[in-house]
């Protein structure tokens, strides 16, 4: 194998054109060279062999008893090459294989897992490894095909697609306003009468702050909290069954919010977002099982996009403002900027 390298190979493919076409000139136009480039690449393989392979004549070129035995045990080892070529080229345009894909908590919980059976009956040549965790950490070398995050991204060498940006909501279930009350300000969650669900940036191991955005006003609020979790899933069970508030974003709650299960407390404070990316290794040659599902991300997020947009319009009768957090912050993602 060291003996092989790129100008034996590339000798060896001019030299099975020229046995071919029987011409330096036509096997020259096969393989986008000139005739005297042809020329000179039988040569230097005649040289490194030692071996004279083509008799060179007015009319036609030849092979030597030599060239013609090497053209034919060459011939098999071109065409594996061949071969290899197009399968590599075919299984990128291809759904098929193992997916491996890093995922938010919460977002695999509440989007991604309805809809799975959709895009796996779709897809029948993949094969999924979904697994969630609080930060990217080496995609690459993690053996990782993608990642979806909440937060925005750090300077990074990943593709980094902005899919959405979500409202954060602070909410709480009835059988906590009955015992608690219902908290009429922001300002009232720092009232030892409150217990709030803390979460744990996963960047920094410390809770995160909570704040509330309305127009250009931004309050942040130092809130009391018994509890604190690091899954999002977590949170959203201990706040269903009532113990205390939690800010989570607004993605796939219809269901609680318009149950009753859960109780925006501070609608006139609608404003603060939180964005959702797609991470993935490279722009050029993506595997089309990975456009795949950046697809059916997509596609998934647009209906729950639309239903919290419509509910949004009409609990304020407002735009969806642009914008969100630079620091990385946000309770109800578990999520880190940091796709490092």
């Known amino acids: 194998m060291d003996d092989i390298d790129s100008g034996l190979v590339s000798g060896l493919v001019v030299l099975a054109a020229v046995a071919d076409a029987r011409n330096f000139g036509r096997a020259g136009e096969r393989l986008g060279m000139t005739q005297s480039g042809v020329s000179k690449a039988i040569a230097k393989l005649e040289a490194r062999l030692g071996a004279r392979l083509v008799h060179r004549t007015s009319r036609a070129v030849d092979l030597t008893d030599e060239g013609r035995a090497l053209c ?3 011939a098999q080892h071109l065409a594996g090459i061949s071969e290899a070529v197009e399968q590599t080229a075919t299984s990128q345009q291809a ?5 491996r894909v890093n995922v938010d908590p919460l977002f695999s919980r509440m989007t991604l897992s309805p809809k799975l059976s959709a895009f796996l009956q779709r897809n029948p040549g993949i094969e999924l490894r979904l697994e969630t965790r609080d930060r990217i950490a080496d995609l690459v070398s993690d ?8 937060g925005e991204p750090m300077p990074s060498a990943l593709i980094a697609r902005r899919l959405l940006e979500a409202r954060i909501l602070t909410v709480a279930a009835p059988a906590y306003i009955d015992r608690h009350g219902r908290p009429s ?6 009232r030892d009468a409150h217990q709030c669900i803390l979460a744990i940036d996963p960047s920094t191991g410390r809770p995160f702050e909570w704040e509330f955005w309305r127009d250009s006003e931004r309050v942040s609020v130092a809130v009391n909290g018994r ?3 690091t899954d999002s899933g977590t949170k959203l069970g201990v706040c269903l069954a009532g113990f205390g508030i939690a800010q989570i974003i607004d993605l796939e709650l219809d269901h609680y919010l318009n149950s009753g299960a859960l109780i925006d407390l501070f609608p006139d404070w609608p404003d603060e977002r939180f964005p959702l990316y797609v991470y993935y290794a490279s722009r050029n040659h993506v595997p089309a099982k990975v456009r795949a599902f950046i697809d059916f991300i997509v596609a998934s997020l647009s209906t729950a996009i639309g239903a919290a947009s419509t509910r949004n319009t009409a609990a304020r009768g407002s735009p969806v403002r642009k914008g969100g957090p630079a620091t990385g912050k946000r309770n109800g993602a578990q999520p880190t900027s940091r796709p490092a």
């Open 227 to 229: 509890l604190t979790v």
């Open 185 to 190: 300000e922001p300002q009232d969650l720092a």
């Open 72 to 74: 034919e045990r060459a």
């Open 143 to 150: 053996g990782f095909d993608l990642a979806i995050r909440f």
């Open 95 to 99: 759904v098929r294989g193992r997916l």
